[in-house]
């Protein structure tokens, strides 16, 4: 595991919106897509495809802790990625935490 840097505190979505955040992990190359959120003064981080959909959930709206899905409407919790209206369905997450005025992932 490694400790990615997604964002500068200064680029970081505003409170109640979310941002797309595409990188490469340092170690393996692989590509990720997240999505970066701002919720009562705390930073959420999930997966940016919609597992129904493959929708951008960056640019979905949110609705307290829920992420709306821009292409279905499916409601996906940013604290802990399942779904609203099925529980069985989940979305990766990933701790945010601000470090030398950027944040950071761990993946």
């Not at 949110?62 to 369905?89: A, E, H, M, Q």
């Amino acid at each position: 595991m490694a400790e990615v840097k997604i964002a500068d505190l200064s680029d970081a979505p505003a409170e109640g919106t979310g941002k797309a955040i595409e990188f490469e992990h340092p170690l393996t190359g692989y590509e990720y897509g997240i999505a970066l959120f701002q919720v009562k003064g705390k930073f959420y981080s999930m997966t940016n495809e919609c597992k129904r959909c493959s929708g951008q959930l960056g640019i979905g709206e949110l609705n307290g802790y829920y992420v709306i899905c821009p292409r279905d409407d499916t409601p996906w919790n940013v604290k802990n990625g399942l779904c609203k209206f099925n529980k069985s369905l989940s979305m990766s997450t990933y701790k945010v935490q601000i470090k030398d005025g950027g944040l950071v992932i761990v993946i």
